[in-house]
């Protein structure tokens, strides 16, 4: 079947994944493969604007890769590979950059919110970010970008540089990325309160054992209201329910509804029906994830020869690109 046009996503490299990376982007990852032509790119590039060191880099990018290779992505289908293998994404950011208003940089929410996190590294990769990110994106002629509605000015403001770039030199050498507006699930962590991530630590991981899994699922934050098992409780409120109601039996969210309002199941039993569901889910993910790890440079050689693939698209682009700059 023909597929409907070239999809571009970028995450950086934040080591072993947990169920917020899995709900939030790689299920829909895998899930686009089907209709699209999709590049996958790991951005260590743009993680640089923020680390201290880069000592983790390497490994995480791999374990990550790993990740995403078994929960589904196939490289067989799409280009899987990392941002600084193909360096002519570090020419066309400088192009680019060179349309780009330093003003209208400085003026974007996200880079207001870093200067916020990181007052004493506000270095010039963080100010130039959205170029670098604009770069990702056109120099593999993607036409859909999938973001939640938030992240949607950004790629806004992609298509304003795609503009200025293709009126400066007069070409239609660059393609404005369009949105594909995606229902990013936002995963609350253990603590019941903050967006999953691991520098809260309220995350699970995926590739964790079931054991430790039970573990993470026993430390998760129920109705704060709830204070004994012969309280009432109110599964509106409750973390543990919501991921019932997306890794358990349709049954068994009925009866927890049910139950957990007149006190007829306790917290504990009912994270240990959790965790054992999601286990259950988690279990071909698991041992493919250990099948792939058993193979020596098994994910090196698909990051190579997806750097690969992706540099016969970005060489043809930047000969485009050169050739409507004149350049000598
Ligand atoms: Fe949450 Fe389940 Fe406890 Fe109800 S019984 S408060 S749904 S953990």
Known sequence: MAKKGRVFSGARPTGKQHLGNYLGAIKNYVALQNDYECVYCIVDVHALTTVETTQDLKQNTIEMALDWLAAGIRPEDSILFVQSHVK?????????????????????????????????NINYGLVG????????????????????IDQAPHIEFAREIVRSFNYRYNTKALVEPQVKHTEILKVVGIDGKDKMGKS????????????????????????????????????????????????????????????????????????LRFASNL????????????????????????????????????????????????MP
Request: proline residues 5%; hydrophobic residues 35%.
């Open 129 to 148: 970010y959205p170029v670098l990110m604009t770069a990702d994106i056109v120099l593999y002629k993607s036409d859909i970008v999938p973001v939640g």
């Open 88 to 120: 002519e994404v570090m020419e066309l950011h400088t192009y680019l950059s060179m349309v780009t208003q330093f003003g209208k940089l400085t003026d974007l929410p996200t880079f207001k919110e870093k200067v916020r996190q990181q007052p004493d």
């Open 279 to 326: 286990n259950k889910n988690l279990e071909p993910f698991r041992a493919k994830r250990a099948e792939l790890e058993s193979k020596t440079d098994y994910v090196n050689d698909v990051l190579i020869d997806g750097a690969k693939r992706a540099r016969t698209i970005a060489e043809k682009t930047m000969a485009e690109v050169r050739e409507a700059m004149k």
């Open 200 to 271: 809260l630590n309220n995350h699970i991981e995926l590739a964790v054992t079931a054991e430790e899994t039970v573990k993470r699922v026993r430390e998760m934050v129920t109705d704060p209201a709830r204070q004994r098992k012969t309280d009432p409780g109110n599964p509106d409120v409750c973390n543990v329910f919501t991921m019932h109601k997306i890794f358990s039996p349709q049954e068994e969210i009925d009866m927890i509804n049910t139950e957990c309002r007149k006190a007829g199941i306790g917290c504990v039993d009912c994270k």
